[in-house]
């Protein structure tokens, strides 16, 4: 997930909340990359002091046991870590992953080596991996990210039903210095090797090519699955390893990503506009309990035709930009001199404070209508934090490192990062290609292998990663690559995968995928 806070319209996609970022896969004219296979093989043998202080606990596992639509399934979770070297051998730093592997001699349809295997990283950057493993796809769930929750709720884990274990194994990868991930080198080269877009592709990467050499699955089929930053990783790191490392994905999966900001400037485009307008509608329908796909493809029509074309001819009509104020005031049911001083361009950070103002309430930048009371409604800008930020945080490192320490055994008193800050202040967003987006490097990687599939899908809610953008990417492919790229959308914001009704939707979209091969 992306985390931060949204000011405008414009930086819902040019930064997809403040810590979303952007660039694209590796050129010719850049370095190298961080660390290469070669260069790991050749770890010295003696390891630092200060190195061997610094170790996490060696690999652990543990037999576990879940029943889905109506089969028990018998697997493994293992907690281990991927050591990183330089060009020297010298190590830069420990990923950990979490991993469910299901076991062959206790009733799996196949040995686990002719099994999918699916890696999956969140975003931020600074999220770990946690959010997808114990929201989505993981064997073990807790109830997060919606409305009602709190913090000091239960953090229980209970069987999913959604899981995807049934189908692929699965390998959640937390990025250095997030969950228990950590780097063995200083801040300097820290933000060197780990903390900037190119490296932090080309590591996690290394990590993936690592972890199937280490495991013995390398000829296995290959799934990656990205949310929010990491939707935008997704595309980079399935070319990168393509072209670069040597490891093709079968398949790439995209939740709520951040993947094409470049929509232009809202003072001249209507695009940025456009890709607001149908999340905000798709909060009110649903709190009318209107949400439906057909109501959201008449929402869609309308943002691609009449709205644009009004934005695009400007003031100057005024018959045409009467009606689409009325229009976008019907369709959002804001307050009608709101929109009209809008000028029917709704503004994200303005829109958020409005929307529930007369219940002295602010709604989340990931699904406005998750709320909590604002503690400073008469600020003219929002002093608080996000209202799913303030409440994920505690349930799922609780739930993660009770699992990890306790039902695991891998024990270390370290802490566990769900959300670093830190990461967020130590990443560099100077260069030029924080506006390029992944989306060069989506239609390389399809354009290379025309039997790689990707499944692009989203909460209709979600402001932080609206489902327009990859909407409109889509619309824009060309022709010989669009039908190996879908977009589906569900009822929820960013993290719409919390919602146990959406559960067996996502798992079908997948299963059909990986089926497809």
Not at 102 to 131: C, E, M, T, W
Request: hydrophobic share 35%; net charge negative; glycine share 8%.
């Amino acid at each position: 997930m992306t985390f931060g806070r949204v000011s405008s319209a414009l930086s819902v996609m040019s930064l997809s909340v403040l810590l979303s970022l952007g660039a694209v896969a590796q050129r010719p004219h850049e370095g190298p990359p961080t660390a290469t296979p070669a260069a790991d093989a050749g770890k010295a043998a003696e390891k630092p002091a200060d190195v061997k202080a610094l170790e996490l606990p060696a690999d652990k596992s543990v037999e576990q046991t879940i029943t889905v639509h109506g089969k028990t399934l018998h697997y493994t979770a293992t907690v281990g870590t991927i050591r990183l070297t330089d060009e020297k051998g010298k190590p830069t730093g420990d990923v950990m992953y979490t991993a469910y592997i299901l076991d062959h001699d206790k009733g799996a349809p196949n040995p686990a080596q002719d099994r999918p295997v699916l890696f999956a990283v969140n975003g931020g950057p600074g999220a770990s991996s946690v959010y997808l493993n114990l929201g989505a796809v993981g064997p073990k769930h807790i109830s997060f990210g919606v409305a009602g929750d709190s913090a000091s709720d239960p953090a229980t884990l209970t069987d999913n039903p959604g899981t995807w274990l049934d189908f692929a194994d699965l390998v959640f990868i937390d990025p250095i210095g997030t969950g228990f991930s950590k780097s063995l080198v200083d801040e300097a080269e820290s933000k060197k090797l780990f903390y900037s877009p190119t490296p932090d592709v080309q590591y996690l990467s290394l990590v993936i090519y690592k972890w199937l050499v280490k495991n013995d699955r390398l000829l296995d089929k290959k799934y990656l699955m990205g949310e929010s930053y990491g939707g935008y990783r997704g595309p980079r790191m399935t070319h990168y390893m393509q072209s670069q490392l040597g490891v093709a994905m079968n398949g790439l999966v995209l939740v709520s990503p951040y993947l094409n900001p470049q929509f232009g400037d809202g003072n001249f485009s209507p695009v940025p506009w456009m890709i607001t307008l149908p999340s905000i509608t798709a909060a009110h329908l649903e709190s009318e309990h209107k949400l439906t796909d057909e109501a959201m493809q008449g929402v869609i029509a309308y943002t691609e035709g009449e709205y644009a074309t009004t934005l695009i001819k400007g003031p100057r009509d005024k018959a045409a930009t009467d009606a689409m104020v009325a229009k976008v005031t019907e369709m959002t049911g804001l307050d009608p001199q709101f929109v009209k001083y809008s000028g029917g361009r709704l503004e994200t950070g303005a829109f958020l404070r409005e929307v529930h103002r007369e219940k002295g309430e602010i709604g989340s930048v990931y699904d406005s209508n998750v709320t909590l009371p604002d503690p400073f409604p008469y600020s003219p800008d929002q002093e608080s934090s996000d209202p799913i930020l303030e409440s994920i945080i505690a349930p799922t490192t609780t739930a993660m490192v009770d699992f990890i320490t306790r039902t695991v055994g891998w024990k270390t008193e370290a802490q566990y990062y769900a959300l670093s800050y830190e990461v967020s202040r130590q990443w560099d967003r100077s260069g030029p290609t924080l506006r390029e987006g992944a989306v060069e490097d989506l239609r390389e990687a399809v354009a290379a292998d025309p039997k790689l599939n990707v499944l692009i899908v989203h909460g209709w809610n979600d402001l932080s990663c609206p489902f327009m953008g990859s909407q409109l990417t889509q619309n824009q492919l060309p022709a010989k690559l669009a039908g190996q790229v879908s977009v589906h959308e569900f009822p929820g914001g960013h993290m719409f995968y919390t919602r146990p009704e959406n559960g067996a939707g996502l798992h079908d979209f997948a299963q059909k995928m990986v089926e497809a091969h």
